[in-house]
């Protein structure tokens, strides 16, 4: 199934350096609680966000995110943001999705410690406006916290 058929995808992105069984656990568990169609791992070509020491190159995170979910029905690995190169802007790959797959419902997914940190992203409001955001509960994040960042993205871009 291509995403053209798609009415609802979930994407996890990150550095995945490595990829482990916590992201394909998380990524599971938000299309089964979520209801999605599909969850596509995102590897970033380079995380703006993160220090690329011991990095063994992004086409290798790729290949061991395929080896990662290869059995796992409804999750898929997207290569967009390798293919594309440079630093990898969530907001961008969010834009380029939607202008490729208009009718497809977006959620982008991430850690409670991740959305906590949204307010530092480039255009985290229109980040909101292209996906819904789905949280996953992290030890040392609250649930709070969550809500209070992102709500400042809202009171921020006048809406």
């Known amino acids: 199934m291509g995403l053209d058929d798609l009415r609802s995808v979930g994407i996890l992105g990150g550095s995945f350096n490595p990829p482990h069984l916590g992201h394909r656990a998380l990524a599971r568990r938000a299309r089964e609680q979520l209801g999605l169609e599909r969850v596509l791992l995102m590897p970033a070509h380079v995380s703006p966000h993160k220090s690329?020491?011991?990095?063994?190159?992004?086409?290798h995170r790729l290949s061991m995110c395929r080896l990662l979910i290869a059995d796992a029905r409804g999750l898929s690995v997207c290569a967009l943001e390798i293919e594309r190169g440079g630093s990898s802007s969530t907001v961008d790959t969010l834009q380029a999705l939607h202008a490729s797959h208009p009718d497809a419902e977006l959620t982008f997914i991430v850690g409670a410690d991740?959305?906590?940190t949204l307010p530092a992203w480039h255009e985290?409001?229109?980040?909101?406006?292209?996906?819904s955001l789905a949280v996953a509960a992290r030890a040392g994040s609250t649930q709070q916290d969550v809500l209070d960042r992102v709500a400042s993205l809202g009171a921020s871009s006048g809406g």
Not at 124 to 131: C, I, N, Q
Request: no cysteine; hydrophobic share 35%.
């Open 52 to 59: 690329d020491a011991e990095n063994p190159g992004p086409e």
């Open 124 to 131: 985290p409001a229109k980040l909101l406006e292209l996906a």
């Open 114 to 116: 991740t959305a906590s």
